[in-house]
């Protein structure tokens, strides 16, 4: 069960020298769950073959993008294909126009679409819209919520219930995060509490629809409806982080699923078919603000890069077929149950909260609805199993607080020989 890894351990020592903590992504480096991180040679469907070749089956999936599993033939040829009519040309393209026009068919708040190349970018450009649009600076966000890594948004919630943000991270001014409010995931109340103590100030809420980075954290029923609603009594617009979600669920947005009324949607991961992409889409009025129309300016190089472009029209393509989702269900219903026998055969405290193909164990508590009830949860415990998972052949992502993605690939032979892994790392403690 000691998988080799000396060719992963001689990179990490390579590639410290010359990228910080070895990795071009903090959650890469193992830091949460300890040793050095593996380095992947290839995937191929659920699989992943690193350094050493070592096979995995794989729940990582990029953090999202892989939904029909590595490598998938269809794509692979249409980015060959693409890739020999040349790579960006700094000019628009017809397969912008149709990924566009393929968004906009899907969700119905998507009346435009900008494309980004990440999800961060969708963020921040999302945060800017809404400031111009109200005229008003401050933001509310969700604790335990990721939207990526503009200032703005690396804040967390003061020491008082009701203080303004600060900073999360150096190198974000107090000033800044002064401006961004926290509030506790399924909280109507706190967030009405922000609106009363300044109903003019704020211009959006931020929210994923379906928490998925303290962990997945599905909405309190009629949460986001009631959030939507108190959103736009008071004049701001309301933000669905569907970077994750966006064609994870459904064939469109999670908003849809529990009634949300967003103003404005970012998406990312599936719609690049794994190659970099993010995406600003909303009414018409609110994104005509942005440059070259409106006052609202936003720009890329590489923005709706074609070969990304092509990865995520075909990726959308084989995701319209109507099997697509229930298949994705069926594979994370029967995941989730395993794992949550398996914790009870081996009486171990836990629980499994999942929506879809989205789906987080948590170890060292039975209840996770929020940032406070996900981080009683014990890291260590979660370590243990990770590296136990991981010895056995099954890569899960390298945090407690982070989901696991079904993807197509993943065959019921993959589920079962998985299932069987976590009762014995389980057992093991
Ligand atoms: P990117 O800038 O990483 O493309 O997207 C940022 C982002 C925005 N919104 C949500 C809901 C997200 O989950 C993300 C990024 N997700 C993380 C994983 N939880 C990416 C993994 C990483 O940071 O390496």
């Known amino acids: 069960m000691n998988p080799p890894t000396k060719n992963s351990q001689a990179l990490f020592r390579r590639a410290a020298q010359h990228i910080p903590g070895a990795v071009n992504s903090p959650v890469r480096a193992w830091r949460a769950v300890g040793g050095a991180p593996r380095f992947i040679h290839r995937g191929e469907g ?206 469109g947005a999670a908003y849809e699923l529990y009634q949300a009324e967003p103003d404005l949607v970012m998406l990312g991961k599936i719609i690049g078919g794994g190659l970099p992409m993010g995406a600003i889409a909303g009414r018409a009025e609110l994104m005509d603000l942005l440059a070259p129309v409106g006052p609202v300016y936003q720009a890329g190089t590489l923005s709706g890069h074609p070969l990304a472009t092509r990865a995520g029209l075909e990726t959308l393509k084989l995701l319209a077929d109507p099997e697509v989702y229930a298949r994705l269900e069926s594979a994370g219903a029967r995941l989730a149950a395993g794992l949550a026998a398996a914790l009870k055969e081996t009486g171990r405290i836990g629980c499994v909260n999942r929506a879809g193909s989205l789906l987080t164990l948590f170890l060292g508590t039975d209840r996770v609805s929020d940032g406070a009830s996900a981080r009683r949860a014990d890291p260590e415990a979660f370590a243990r199993f990770f590296h136990a998972m991981f010895d056995r052949g099954v890569n899960l992502p390298p945090s407690q607080f982070e989901a696991l993605f079904v993807s197509l690939a993943h065959r019921e032979a ?14 093991a403690g």
Do not use: W
């Not at 993959?414 to 057992?427: F, G, I, P, Q, S």
């Open 46 to 251: 659920a699989y992943l073959f690193d350094a050493d070749g070592n096979r995995l089956i794989d729940y990582v999936g990029s953090y999202g993008p892989a939904i029909l599993g590595h490598a998938h033939p269809a794509i692979v040829a249409a980015v060959t294909d693409q890739a020999t009519r040349g790579f960006s040309f700094g000019a628009p393209t017809e397969l912008e126009v149709e990924l566009a026009e393929r968004i906009a068919a899907a969700i119905p708040i998507a009346e435009k679409v900008r494309l980004v190349s990440s999800g961060t970018e969708a963020g921040m450009t999302a945060l800017r819209i809404a400031r111009a649009a109200t005229g008003r600076s401050g933001i509310i966000k969700f604790d335990g919520c990721y939207h990526g890594h503009s200032d703005a948004l690396l804040v967390r919630a003061g020491s008082g219930a009701m203080t303004l943000g600060v900073p999360d991270c150096a190198g974000v001014p107090e000033a800044l995060a002064a401006l961004t409010r926290v509030a506790p995931y399924n909280s109507l109340a706190a967030v009405e509490n922000y609106f009363a103590a300044d109903p003019r100030a704020i211009a959006a809420v931020i929210v994923e629809p379906l928490a998925a980075n303290m962990g997945v954290v599905p909405p309190a029923p009629g949460f986001l409806k009631q959030l939507g609603e108190l959103v736009h009594r008071h004049g701001a617009l309301l933000i669905c982080d569907e970077v994750i979600t966006g064609f994870r669920l459904r064939y």
């Open 414 to 427: 993959d589920l079962d020989a998985t299932l069987e892994a976590a009762r014995a790392a389980l057992a």
